[in-house]
């Protein structure tokens, strides 16, 4: 089995966190992807997360419709710090897949020097998928200057570029704006019947 692990804040998640990881599956050749919510993103320790049960239940109910799609509570269930390169080993041990293959951003994989052992994410990996943007700040030379073990195991990604982000998406629900068609359906009918997202 090819396993791809897609992690995030998913606050909420959308059309574009989908996308991503379908054309992720298909270009990588995965046969599962598993969605990892991260309950505190060191990267985002100046914003306010909603709670973790809250963005669970509206990720479950974004990949529900797709059987290769499944959310992991790997982070959720064991205490703070959560770091990449734990889950990571974890997943494996768990899984026992054929290869192990993270998915990540690239602007987050031009910070990955900086991440917690990442040597040993790299080494724990059989690949690494990137999903670029056209406004991401990747040095691919600087990168493999201070990880040159990625050289072999790094992936890109060409997926159609949605620009929707979660925070966008808060903002407008907050402002009471239009915001459907921004996530799936059954997503926006949860936010809406619960009231997510819309104090000021």
Do not use: C, N
């Amino acid at each position: 089995m090819r396993l791809g692990v897609f992690s995030g804040t998913f606050d909420p998640p959308h059309l574009g966190h989908l996308l991503l990881a379908e054309e992720a599956r298909w270009q990588l050749q995965l046969d599962r992807v598993l969605w990892v919510l991260t309950p505190v993103s060191p990267f985002k320790t100046d914003q306010e997360i909603s709670p973790v049960e809250q963005r669970l239940m509206l990720l479950e109910r974004a990949v529900a419709l797709d059987p290769a799609f499944e959310v992991s509570r790997v982070e959720i269930d064991r205490p703070a710090p959560q770091y990449t390169v734990d889950t990571l080993r974890l997943i494996k041990e768990q899984y026992l897949p054929d290869a192990l293959i993270y998915l990540i951003g690239g602007d987050a994989i031009a910070e990955l020097p900086r991440w917690y052992r990442p040597q040993e994410l790299v080494a724990i990996v059989d690949e690494i998928g990137v999903m670029r943007r056209p406004a991401d700040d990747l040095d691919l030379s600087r990168l493999l200057e201070a990880l040159p073990e990625l050289s072999e195991k790094i992936r890109f990604v060409d997926a159609p570029l949605l620009e929707i982000s979660s925070t966008e998406i808060r903002r407008r629900i907050r402002e009471g704006k239009p915001y459907r068609f921004f996530l799936p359906e059954q997503v926006a009918e949860v936010i809406e019947q619960e009231g997510f997202y819309h104090q000021k």
